[in-house]
């Protein structure tokens, strides 16, 4: 079978290299952001509290992380920096079909969206918080 990365349960070594590798990565939170800040049920968020060039930053060193690449790793927790936002459920589903646009536009297999996706489902209890 797959070999698995070693810290985190689920995900296969190969995960990084699906992406295109941390470009490929830093890509795919490009097309995140574009897709997130079309969509009227969250950008206003974004424009309102977030930096979209210091959160694409961030998101590339957090997205290499999880899918078992290098710790670089610079940004605030995630329960820190969701905290006071009030996020509901809808909204952060929202986020995630803006994360499956972003894996069809830089044509990621769909497999390899799934690692990701599911690397990140974890924050989903700091994240939502109403
Ligand atoms: C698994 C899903 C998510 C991940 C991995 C994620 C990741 C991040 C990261 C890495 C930061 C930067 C932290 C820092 O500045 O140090 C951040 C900040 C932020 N996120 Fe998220 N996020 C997620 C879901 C959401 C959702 C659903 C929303 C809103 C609908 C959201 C809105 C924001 C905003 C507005 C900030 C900026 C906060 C500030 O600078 O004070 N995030 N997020």
Redesign the pocket.
Known sequence: GESKTKPIMGIPSSAVADFGGAYGVHNWVESLFYY?MLDNR?NY??K????VD??IA??T???QMVLGGPNN????S?S???A??G?TMT??N???EAAYNACERNEIKYYACNDLIAA??P??RV??TK
Not at 73 to 76: E, I, L
């Open positions: 997130i969250i968020i974004f309102e509290f977030g930096n210091r959160q961030l998101n060193q957090l997205e790793y610079q940004g605030a995630m820190a920096a969701h006071d936002l996020i909204q952060f929202a986020v995630v990140l489902a924050f989903t994240i939502v």
